[in-house]
Structure formats: structure tokens, C-alpha cells
């Protein structure tokens, strides 16, 4: 069974980060380029910021200059450190990892920014 364990949301401020963390299985780590993605109510899931198959990263628009997609491979762990948040950040942020026709997706964790 795939798993993929998001963490590392909560409630913060307007200006303050985060950084969230997704784990999983060495096999998967190793073999699907991952992303994080969000959803905040009311709206599709958009993604976020991703590793692409070459290695290279991806960011929306709306994210760069403030969210950075890192990895560790020693810990089969990708994490979204998220800066200077603003109030429409908020959302569940989901992990996933996706190539062809495999897809897995994490159980999500929150992020609220708010005063």
C-alpha cells in the first residue's frame, strides 16, 4: 500500500512560515517525481510547486519567491517551506507522487493564515 504522511500545517500569521513534510517509501521516493498541491474550500486543487521527472522544479505563479520544494533523500522526505504566508494560502496541502498512469496522494494537513 503506497503511503505518503503529510505534516507540519497549522494556524500562523500573515508573514510567517511554515514547512511541511511528506514521507514515504524509499521505492516511491526513488522512483516518481513528487509534488505538493492544495485546496482551499470552495475551489479545484491547484498545484503548488513540483519536481519534475528531470529534476528540475515547478512553482505556480502565485507561490514563487515564497515557497521552496526541497528533498531528502536520506529521508525519503519532500518538504514545501512556505515564507511570508499570506490570508489566500490558506488550504489543505496534499503531497503526491506521479508518473504516467500511477498516482499517489497523502491525507492532507491544513494551513490556515490568519489574524
Known amino acids: 500500500q503506497v503511503q505518503l504522511v503529510e505534516s507540519g500545517g497549522g494556524l500562523v500569521q500573515p508573514g510567517e512560515s511554515l514547512r511541511l513534510s511528506c514521507a514515504t517509501s524509499?521505492?516511491?521516493?526513488?522512483?516518481?517525481?513528487m509534488a505538493w498541491y492544495r485546496q482551499a474550500p470552495g475551489k479545484e486543487r491547484e498545484l503548488v510547486a513540483a519536481?519534475?521527472?528531470?529534476?528540475?522544479?515547478n512553482y505556480a505563479d502565485s507561490v514563487k519567491g515564497r515557497f521552496t520544494i526541497s528533498r531528502d533523500n536520506a529521508k525519503n522526505t519532500v518538504y514545501l517551506q512556505m515564507n511570508n504566508l499570506k490570508p489566500e494560502d490558506t488550504a489543505v496541502y496534499y503531497c503526491n507522487a506521479a508518473l504516467y498512469s500511477f498516482s499517489a496522494w497523502g491525507q492532507g494537513t491544513q494551513v490556515t493564515v490568519s489574524s
Open positions: 519536481f519534475t521527472s528531470g529534476g528540475t522544479t
Open positions: 524509499r521505492s516511491i521516493f526513488r522512483l516518481y517525481p
